[in-house]
């Protein structure tokens, strides 16, 4: 047979009645996605300097399918015929399908933006398949997939991807995978110009778009302002100072732009497409929440999890966490609550964020709860789970919400740090968390200077850290020390720390102060809710009877374990009176919770 018969052959019927589709040449070679070097190239351009990561296998962001796994594929889509210039979604599109290729041949394109042109990221052949992580978040589509050959795709909807998930355990594996790989190739490609975050590096509004951008895993590029490349960028996109921070996507500018403002047009508020009512939403998205949600979704709850700020909680915040279960040489807070993320992703539960929760109506309206949330959304759903944890304390100085952001910071990771490296820091406290940032920032080339209150910096924090802080040769722990007075412009650049002991006051450069003194719990958005002294909430054998009011006298049963002493809420986690406060805790209170969940939901019918 030759080449030519092959081929039409192959164009009858281009995945069935042979061997592999892919070992025909050119036939359905595997997607061409983009690689890094475009984006590191680009970047040079910019004058930025090489990125240096690890390229993400191509076999896993384009896998090869064999005959029958890719025909089971075709089941869970509907055929469509395309021609060439067929536009299959473009940037700004909702709920995007999966896009398989049975025939014939697609691109996905960045758009041109003000400062770069269009560009082709992809090129998906017959046997391949178009698609990535936004399938799951729910994220707006933000670049175009057009026909380059005539033939057939199938649209696999988000519907029934979540059903493949769910049933096709071999199948879900390589494509959710294959999600996975494509949105770290995509971030490292000229894809990141989709989405270009401007400011200033130390801005608090500009960090917090950033530490949001970081959180949700968005493709995104950004600029300093204060470099050639920054600069360069906000004269083509017509932007001023003011307008900072800004965003620049195909088709808008965010001016001023903040988190909620940048989930509104990339579709990551709350919205609901099903008219059902939730059976579980969970406030939270803290490894408490993302615990609950993973099991509640995986044990086939319609589960929707919100967090106010963005996912991971404080333990996003924690550079190295040592004592997690499994992980002898620690995982970053960021990697374990990311991978976390996916996971309930994959079992199908809608996760909104930035997305605050304002009031619950202690009664329940039916059968339901409801939930209000800042925007004027209410969610009714069977079961609330509260994962909120503990806010911050911060120090009664003068100045102080003037530094917030911008030189006073609550967590230690890389891109607080990028600010002070090298010069000099303070970190205030003396738990493990406070222990943790000394050791992390003092490994960034930082004098640090360890303010402790208390007399013995033994006293609260784990014996492996102080050995490891007294060893290093930049930290100086100062106990019975208390920070004083904040001093600065725009930036704080000086801190006073008085000594206790003798009342004397020294003032010292300090270009971060890292605040690490405890919290309170996040619940003053509740009311009727039973609470200890402290303000954190008590559950099940907590409660007492003048607690529980007359809704339980019809319910016939006792709290359920984690359930408050309004009936059908939950509460888990650090918000959790006499929790402790610990990543391994949290997961498994959250994890323990659906169990009640499940049970309590029972009780409604
Ligand atoms: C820097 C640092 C280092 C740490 N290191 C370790 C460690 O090494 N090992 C360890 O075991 N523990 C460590 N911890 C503690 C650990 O991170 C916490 O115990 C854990 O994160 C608690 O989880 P949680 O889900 O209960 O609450 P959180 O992680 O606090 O999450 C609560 C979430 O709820 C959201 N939220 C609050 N109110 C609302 C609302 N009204 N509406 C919507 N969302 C809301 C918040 O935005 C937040 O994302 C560390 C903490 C910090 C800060």
Redesign the pocket.
Same mark, same amino acid.
């Given at each position: 047979m030759t080449a030519m018969d092959e081929r039409s052959r192959a164009d009858a019927a281009p995945w069935a009645g042979r061997g592999s589709v892919f070992s025909q040449a050119g036939l359905a070679r595997p997607a061409d996605w983009a690689t890094p070097d475009d984006l590191d190239r680009l970047r040079a351009s910019h004058g930025r300097r090489r990125l240096g990561r690890p390229l993400v296998p191509t076999s896993v962001a384009s896998p090869r399918l064999d005959d029958e796994l890719f025909a089971r594929l075709l089941s869970y889509g509907t055929p469509q015929e395309i021609h060439r210039g067929d536009v299959l979604f473009r940037p700004g599109d909702e709920d995007a399908d999966l896009i398989v290729v049975a025939r014939g041949s697609v691109e996905v394109v960045r758009t041109a933006t003000a400062d770069v042109p269009a560009a082709t990221v992809a090129v998906v052949d017959a046997g391949g398949f178009v698609g990535e992580l936004n399938l799951l978040t729910g994220q707006n589509v933000y670049l175009l997939c057009r026909v380059r050959g005539a033939g057939t795709v199938y649209r696999v909807s988000p519907e029934r991807l979540r059903q493949l998930m769910a049933i096709d355990v071999e199948l879900s594996d390589i494509v959710f995978k294959a999600l996975i790989a494509r949105r770290e190739l995509l971030q490292r490609s000229t894809a990141a110009l989709a989405v270009e975050i401007v400011g200033g590096a130390r801005s608090a509004a500009a960090l917090a778009l950033r530490t949001y951008a970081a959180r949700q895993r968005l493709i995104h590029l950004w600029f300093d302002a204060d470099t050639p490349a920054g600069r360069a960028m906000m004269e083509s996109s017509g932007l001023t100072e003011d307008d900072l921070p800004a965003v620049v996507m195909s088709g808008t500018t965010l001016k001023q732009a903040t988190p909620g403002g940048l989930a509104e047009k990339l579709g990551l508020s709350y919205r609901r497409s099903s008219t059902k009512p939730v059976d579980v939403t969970i406030? =939270?998205?803290?490894?408490? &929440?993302?615990a609950a949600a993973v099991y509640g979704a995986s044990e086939g709850l319609d589960t929707v999890l919100? $967090?106010?700020?963005?996912? =991971?909680?404080?333990? !996003?915040?924690?550079?190295?966490?040592? @004592? /997690?279960f499994g992980f002898p040489f620690g995982l970053s &807070?960021a990697d374990l609550t990311g991978l976390a993320v996916l996971q309930a992703l994959k079992f199908g539960a809608q996760l909104a964020s930035p997305?605050? !929760?304002?009031k619950l109506d202690a009664d329940r309206n039916g059968d339901l709860l409801r939930l209000h949330l800042e925007g004027g959304e209410v969610i009714d759903s069977k079961a609330v789970v509260i !994962?909120?944890? %503990?806010? /911050?304390r911060v120090l009664p100085l003068e100045r102080w919400p003037d530094f917030e952001g911008a030189g006073i910071y /609550? %967590?230690?990771t890389e891109l607080e740090a990028r600010g002070c490296m090298g010069s000099p820091v303070t970190v205030v406290g003396g738990a @493990?968390?406070a222990g943790?940032?000394a050791l992390y920032l003092a490994g960034r080339g930082s004098e640090v200077s360890l303010v402790v209150r208390g007399p013995d910096v033994a006293a609260e924090m784990s014996a492996y850290l102080v050995d490891r802080l007294q060893a290093h040769p930049r930290v100086t722990v100062r106990c019975r020390s208390e920070v004083t007075r904040l001093d600065g412009g725009d930036f704080l650049q000086e801190v006073s720390i008085t000594d206790r002991t003798n009342d004397s006051t020294q003032a010292q450069p300090c270009s971060g102060l890292f605040c690490?003194i405890g919290?309170e719990p996040?619940t003053s958005?509740l009311t009727g809710i039973a609470t200890g002294d402290d303000g954190f909430i008590r559950t099940d054998v907590q409660l007492n009877d003048d607690d529980l009011g007359p809704a339980w006298a019809t319910l016939r049963r006792q709290p359920l374990p984690f359930e408050t002493n309004i009936p059908g809420v939950f509460a888990? =986690? $650090?918000?959790?009176s006499g929790?402790?406060?610990?990543?391994?805790? !949290?997961t498994g209170e959250?994890a323990s919770a659906i169990a009640s969940v499940h049970k309590a939901i029972s009780t409604l019918v």
């Open positions: 406030v =939270g998205a803290g490894p408490a &929440g993302l919100l $967090d106010g700020v963005g996912t =991971g909680g404080q333990a !996003a915040a924690s550079s190295r966490i040592e @004592n /997690y &807070g997305c605050q !929760a304002v !994962a909120t944890g %503990a806010r /911050y /609550y %967590a230690a @493990n968390s943790q940032a690490f919290a996040a958005w888990v =986690g $650090d918000v959790h929790s402790m406060k610990r990543v391994a805790a !949290a959250g």
